[in-house]
């Protein structure tokens, strides 16, 4: 029989915190920004609706279950993008984040394409930038998130962020701040 508040592994705590740790040291969010989850079978773990990434508490990775239950009032706002990922692509891990040089590049072009070796490596050339005309949590913002992710590792949410996978929380970080340093030089070079 399933446990009905199965407890967050010290292990999950541990690569939650690290990377949201990360995530405000790069200045990828704000101190309230971004949101990380990791599926796990059935289950989704995921931060609380409000929770400072960079100072991740105790209480503040939350699990909910793939389809929409009772526990999703504690987690993210994000947690229908979040769940239309799992559901539409193989990713184990996603990291949602604020990086001010890719938004910036969001609002002005529909791709950002690096020049830069890492990111081309990385991110496999051109990332595609998704509009919405709701930004956070809304049904439409995940359906043209969970399609362009379908064939990339990151995309952009027109003035809103980015949201990247991977098989890791690490792995789905990396693509985040390869994106945004791949953005910096694209500014320098203006």
Do not use: K
């Given at each position: 029989m399933e446990r009905l508040d199965p407890i967050i592994d010290a292990d999950v705590r541990e690569r939650f915190s690290a990377v949201g740790r990360d995530l405000f040291l790069t200045g990828a969010?704000?101190?309230?920004?971004?949101?990380?989850?990791?599926?796990?079978?059935?289950?989704?773990?995921?931060?609380?609706?409000?929770?400072?990434?960079?100072?991740?508490?105790?209480?503040?990775?939350?699990?909910?279950?793939?389809?929409?239950?009772?526990?999703?009032?504690?987690?993210?706002?994000?947690l229908?993008?979040?769940?239309?990922?799992?559901?539409?692509?193989?990713?184990?891990?996603?990291?949602?984040?604020?990086?001010?040089?890719?938004?910036?590049?969001?609002?002005r072009y529909d791709v950002i394409t690096p020049v830069d070796s890492e990111a081309l490596y990385v991110l496999g050339g051109a990332v595609p930038v998704v509009r919405a005309a709701e930004t956070i949590g809304s049904a439409e913002a995940a359906s043209l998130l969970a399609e362009a992710l379908a064939g990339h590792p990151i995309a952009v949410l027109a003035t809103h962020g980015v949201f990247a996978i991977g098989a890791t929380l690490e792995e789905a970080l990396y693509h985040v701040t390869c994106l945004e340093a791949a953005c910096r030089v694209l500014d320098l070079l203006e």
């Open positions: 969010i704000s101190s309230h920004g971004g949101n990380l989850s990791e599926r796990h079978g059935g289950r989704i773990f995921i931060t609380r609706r409000g929770a400072m990434l960079g100072r991740l508490g105790d209480l503040d990775v939350v699990w909910t279950r793939t389809s929409a239950c009772d526990r999703d009032a504690e987690c993210s706002r994000e229908v993008v979040h769940r239309a990922l799992y559901e539409e692509t193989a990713t184990r891990a996603v990291v949602h984040a604020h990086p001010v040089h890719t938004i910036a590049r969001s609002i």
